[in-house]
């Protein structure tokens, strides 16, 4: 069991890594583009760049999944904190137990309707790039999908090491 542990941790690691370098590198192109796109309305006679229009719809589902899973992570994420500063011992692990499940299968719900809607919005292109519209759907499917494994991986932690163990977002710290 302390194996399974390990590699759920690790994994939950690897992704809070990852989710970082999305949040990062997309802010940063958002950033990039909308200035661009602000420089370009004033410089150039067509009034801007017409895939800056698209791109920024593109990434910023990526951008803000990202910071989902962050919070997921750090126990931001739909955080229930005042029910667990009033409960002790078994009462609050259950506690703990049930908001993590029922989030968890939320979020793997919501992780497969996000699919099947990406397969019917595929159909569409966007009309500058050609890209499908399916992009920000498959990216809320794998968002609701890394929330629910660092939710699972936070559950699994608490359970096997105890309440102390737990991760937990403090008003004073960056998430990023």
């Known amino acids: 069991m302390t194996a399974f542990l390990n590699v759920i941790d690790a994994a939950a690691r690897v992704v809070v890594f990852f989710a970082r370098l999305v949040i990062i590198a997309s802010g940063i192109v958002l950033t990039v583009i909308t200035t661009a796109n602000v420089i370009a309305r004033y410089a150039l006679s067509s009034g801007g760049l017409s895939s800056a229009q698209e791109l ?6 990526w951008f ?15 955080a229930v904190e005042w029910v667990y500063d009033k409960l002790e011992g078994h009462s609050r692990l ?8 029922i989030s968890t299968m939320s979020f ?9 809607v990406a397969g019917i919005a595929g159909v569409e ?7 499908p519209n399916s992009i920000g759907y498959y990216s809320l499917a794998a968002g609701a999908l890394l929330v629910s494994l660092v939710t699972v991986a936070a559950m699994l932690r608490v359970f096997r090491f105890g309440w102390e163990c737990r991760t ?3 008003p004073e710290e960056v998430a990023l």
């Open 56 to 61: 920024p719809m593109l990434i910023f589902p």
């Open 64 to 78: 803000i999944l990202s910071g989902i899973v962050l919070a997921a992570h750090m126990g931001g994420h739909m």
């Open 94 to 101: 259950v506690a703990f137990g049930l908001a993590g499940s």
């Open 108 to 116: 793997l719900i919501l992780a497969y309707e996000a699919v099947l």
């Open 125 to 131: 292109k966007s009309p500058v790039l050609g890209l």
């Open 168 to 170: 937990e977002l403090k």
